[in-house]
């Protein structure tokens, strides 16, 4: 067996470059945990909340559509008005920390509003396209939130844009369905 004879220049120079990806892997690593737990410590306090509204905003509202009683109606009308207060409230004070999530949740916040006004039409097929899409748009928003919070990966430029289209589309939505006003 031939014995392999490396070189000490060539030792000296593999170590210096193992060492420097190692350095750059430690120091990439470094941001990354540092970056993570300061979006943990701003939104983190909020995280718990931010998703329980975001589900009881779109829930709530589905309960409402599918009440057979004008009380119970009112009644999950009103809760949903309640989460959308608070998710909207969540929304401001997070509009600098989490700006991907803002004019989203502007639009999610407005189910109750579309719901109210099939309060006379709970049968229309249209009330099944609003809760579909409301549930894409808050899927969404989780899934941002959670690469966000857990990864340190804030949406990138065509995610932020998927989300925008989302909101815009439940918008559009409700927009179809309200009779034009004529002079």
Same mark, same amino acid.
């Given at each position: 067996? &031939?014995?392999?004879?490396?070189?000490?220049?060539? !030792?000296?120079?593999?170590?210096?470059?193992?060492?420097?990806?190692?350095? /750059? /892997? &430690?120091?990439? %690593?470094?941001?990354?945990?540092?970056? /993570?737990?300061?979006?943990?410590? +701003? +939104?983190?306090?909020?995280?718990?909340?931010?998703?329980?509204?975001?589900?009881?905003?779109?829930?709530?509202?589905?309960?409402?559509?599918?009440?057979?009683?004008?009380? $119970? #109606?009112?009644?999950?009308?009103?809760?949903?008005?309640? !989460?959308?207060?608070?998710?909207?409230?969540?929304?401001?004070?997070?509009?600098?920390?989490?700006?991907?999530? #803002?004019?989203?949740?502007?639009?999610?916040? &407005?189910?109750?509003?579309?719901?109210?006004?099939?309060?006379?039409?709970?049968?229309?097929?249209?009330?099944?396209?609003?809760?579909?899409?409301?549930?894409?748009?808050? $899927?969404?928003?989780?899934?941002?939130?959670?690469?966000? #919070? #857990?990864? &340190?990966?804030?949406?990138?430029?065509?995610?932020?844009?998927?989300?925008?289209?989302?909101?815009?589309?439940?918008?559009? /939505?409700?927009?179809?369905?309200?009779? %034009?006003?004529?002079?």
């Amino acid at each position: 067996m &031939g014995n392999i004879v490396i070189d000490q220049g060539l !030792a000296a120079l593999i170590a210096a470059a193992v060492a420097l990806v190692a350095s /750059i /892997i &430690g120091i990439r %690593s470094s941001k990354l945990a540092s970056r /993570i737990s300061a979006r943990q410590n +701003v +939104v983190g306090q909020d995280l718990k909340d931010l998703s329980h509204y975001l589900y009881q905003v779109v829930a709530l509202s589905v309960e409402a559509t599918k009440s057979r009683s004008p009380e $119970r #109606f009112n009644k999950k009308l009103e809760e949903a008005n309640k !989460a959308a207060k608070m998710l909207g409230d969540l929304r401001i004070r997070h509009r600098y920390s989490i700006p991907f999530i #803002f004019e989203p949740i502007w639009y999610l916040k &407005g189910m109750p509003l579309y719901i109210e006004h099939y309060r006379h039409d709970l049968e229309n097929p249209r009330i099944i396209m609003l809760r579909n899409q409301a549930t894409k748009l808050r $899927r969404a928003i989780d899934l941002s939130l959670e690469n966000y #919070f #857990f990864y &340190g990966k804030a949406p990138g430029y065509l995610a932020r844009k998927q989300l925008k289209f989302k909101g815009k589309k439940l918008e559009r /939505i409700f927009l179809e369905r309200k009779p %034009s006003v004529s002079s």
